[in-house]
């Protein structure tokens, strides 16, 4: 009798207890690393749904996707990456606007930095025209959209040519500041999501490079196809485009795409 109870205790218990919950995972641009977290807890607070995000170029995240990677939302620094995953049938984002576009989330603006107290003058023109300026940390122009911003701006700038042999090249956006902030480049082309951290905030400042010197930097989103997870992904980036995150995400160095 007792262990017909058990068994039955059980039994009713497992009907009653809750599903497990899945994660949703982002595939987030590298720009993102300082404004995306608060984000996720306060969509988990508000939905339940727990999203968790993993940090790197944009060009290297499109790869993973394409070769299976089980994310549901990519996150880019640019249109051109989830353009292509849409161009390959392993994206869209066609309940959020045309299914054969990203949905745009947020633009990005690129800053020149550098730490207080160096050699180089203070974040300006002047200090890419000075002859102190030794290395030049920029984000891999092959993977990285803020790469290629930087690369834009100097040579409309008329000082790539000179300054090629100077430059330092990270991985992605956040690499690049870490160049900066170490010593191991005296100056950085970096997002202004990271220059706006605490840390980079402390440690030096910032030159706000003219826009009309780069193309824009618009930050495109999609629903990976394979997704197992549409709805909550779906909900993610409704939750992204809210008035109200869109607000945060321009505290945090990024222009509202709305």
């Not at 007792?2 to 218990?13: E, N, Q």
């Not at 977290?37 to 807890?41: E, F, G, N």
């Not at 940390?137 to 930087?150: K, L, Q």
């Given at each position: 009798m007792?262990?017909?109870?058990?068994?039955?205790?059980?039994?009713?218990?497992g009907l009653l207890a809750a599903p497990a919950q899945t994660t949703l995972r982002i595939a987030a641009a590298a720009d993102l690393g300082p404004v995306l977290?608060?984000?996720?807890?306060s969509f988990e607070t508000q939905t339940g749904i727990h999203a968790e995000a993993t940090y790197q170029a944009s060009a290297m995240l499109t790869t993973e996707i394409l070769n299976g990677a089980p994310f549901d939302v990519f996150l880019s620094a640019d249109l051109s990456y989830p353009q292509k995953l849409i161009d390959a049938a392993a994206a869209d984002a066609k309940d959020l606007g045309p299914a054969a576009s990203p949905v745009i989330y947020a633009k990005g603006t690129l800053v020149l930095w550098a730490r207080h107290n160096t050699a180089v003058p203070a974040p300006s023109l002047d200090l890419l025209r000075s002859p102190a300026l030794q290395r030049l940390?920029?984000?891999?122009?092959?993977?990285?959209?803020?790469?290629?911003?930087?690369v834009a701006a100097l040579q409309s700038l008329k000082l790539y040519d000179a300054l090629k042999p100077k430059i330092v090249t990270a991985e992605n956006i956040s690499q690049t500041a870490q160049f900066a902030d170490t010593g191991n480049a005296d100056a950085g082309l970096i997002s202004l999501?990271?220059?706006?951290?605490a840390k980079l905030s402390a440690d030096g400042a910032y030159w706000t490079v003219p826009a009309n010197l780069y193309p824009p930097i618009e930050q495109g989103a999609v629903i990976v196809s394979k997704t197992t997870q549409r709805q909550s992904a779906l909900r993610f980036?409704?939750?992204l485009l809210s008035p109200a995150v869109q607000a945060e995400l321009k505290k945090s160095g990024l222009t509202p795409a709305r």
């Open positions: 007792m262990r017909r109870f058990f068994a039955v205790a059980l039994l009713f218990g977290p608060p984000i996720l807890a940390a920029i984000a891999n122009p092959d993977r990285a959209p803020y790469g290629r911003a930087a999501t990271s220059a706006m951290t980036l409704q939750y």
